[in-house]
């Protein structure tokens, strides 16, 4: 499976990357976020390579939902997919944006790939196995390695959304007694805790399930967890809340070692 979102993933970065160069105008969903024909080229390639591949899986997909086609997943595993994360960052010209393929068993994501494409970087990880890809210039992988979660330091590193930070995480950053932390975008904050050069990353605003299914499959491969607040494990495919719209994330907090308690202050 991994394979096929490596190919699709990869794909997806070409084209992203030749829209970047030749310029793209920037429309605004209903959500007020932006949109760009990178995010929906991006979507097309991958929902194709997931038809060819696995047919019979259903895919959520962000471009998709947004215009109204969504599947049913009740008692099913999907493919969770969000082709453009970090869609600001990329329309403000920056390098953090990511593609994102996912797949949830049993409300867990078991597998998934972060595809940083400007950066040339990619990440994956199931079954317990994560990996760090270096993609060449010509969009083929031209190295692996794998990587693995860090045991919580004394000095600890956390890590905040570059654009949607909150009262609530400097209050977590106190009253745990971190005193570093770093702002960027997208969901690489996932893949920065895999590879062990950070160790937390509280979410106190709002996140959609396709921007965290990837992150957190490579995350939990590397021996890392995403918790909601009162220490579950996030899970996936969460439709129905008369509270909320579908698909929507709780607060959650990432954690990069295997010590997920911090004592306070």
Known sequence: MLRTFERAALEAGRAIITVLREGFPVAMKADASPVTVADEE???IILAHLAKDYPEIPVVAEESVAAG????IAGRGFFLVDPLDGTREFV?????FTVNIAYIENGAPVAGIVYAPALGLAFSGECGHA?????????????????????QPDDR???????????????????HAISKCTNIGSSLKFCLLAEGKADVYPRFTRTMEWDTAAGDAVLRAAGGSTVTLDGAPLTYGKTGAAADFDFANP???????????LEPA
């Open 42 to 44: 991006a979507e097309r």
């Open 69 to 72: 086609k969504i599947p049913d």
């Open 92 to 96: 403000d010209g920056r390098q953090e």
């Open 131 to 151: 990996e760090r890809l270096v993609v060449t210039e010509d969009f083929t992988v031209g190295a692996r390695s794998a990587i693995t979660v860090r045991e």
């Open 157 to 175: 590193l956390a890590l905040a959304s570059l654009r949607h930070n909150s009262p609530e995480t400097g209050s977590f950053l106190a009253h």
């Open 251 to 261: 607060h959650f907090i990432s954690w990069g070692g295997r010590k997920h308690v």
